[in-house]
């Protein structure tokens, strides 16, 4: 059971604005609930999935939603920090201190939050189809060299 009895924001609302993945709900949650005060947990991703019956590559793209909604960050493998605004604090003023601290766009009350987070999940996407893309391309390339490798052996023979 927890000890920590003081959150910076109720970010509830705006969790339900961001329509994140489900696992992702998921995954902060859990990440919230075994938090140090201030947000900062050590686990892996192995033990996330663990615990939630989740595959890795699961955990992954939820930890993934996760950044790019500046709800968590990765510090170093198995090192995550909650966003401050999320965090659990051991009293009032840690919470705000904290708070205060933050940069101006990691806050989550920065105007156009919400669509800030949309516009970081396009630029994501379009970059996995890019590397789609690319992926693509090389094989293609390679394969096509591979042909033409094998008719100049049938040539030769």
């Known amino acids: 059971m927890s000890t920590l009895r003081f959150a910076a924001v109720n970010a509830d609302g705006l969790l339900s604005d961001l329509d994140l993945p489900p696992a992702a709900y998921r995954v902060l949650l859990k990440l ?6 201030g947000g900062r947990i050590l686990i892996d991703q192995a033990t996330i ?8 590559p699961s955990v992954n793209a939820a930890l993934r939603s996760l950044e790019l909604a500046k709800l968590v960050r990765k510090v170093r493998n198995g090192v995550y920090q909650i966003n401050p605004m999320l965090a659990g ?6 919470a705000v201190a904290a708070v205060n601290e933050m940069a101006p766009d990691e806050r989550l009350d920065a105007r156009g939050y919400v669509a800030s987070y949309h516009q970081a999940v396009a630029e994501y996407q379009d970059q996995l189809a890019e590397q789609r ?9 390679k394969k096509a060299a591979e042909s033409k490798r094998r008719r100049t052996l049938h040539a030769v023979g």
């Open 133 to 141: 893309k690319k992926r693509a391309a090389q094989a293609a390339a």
């Open 89 to 94: 604090y051991n009293s009032f003023e840690d």
């Open 49 to 56: 999935g663990g615990l939630l019956e989740l595959s890795r």
């Open 32 to 37: 919230r609930s075994l938090s140090e005060p």
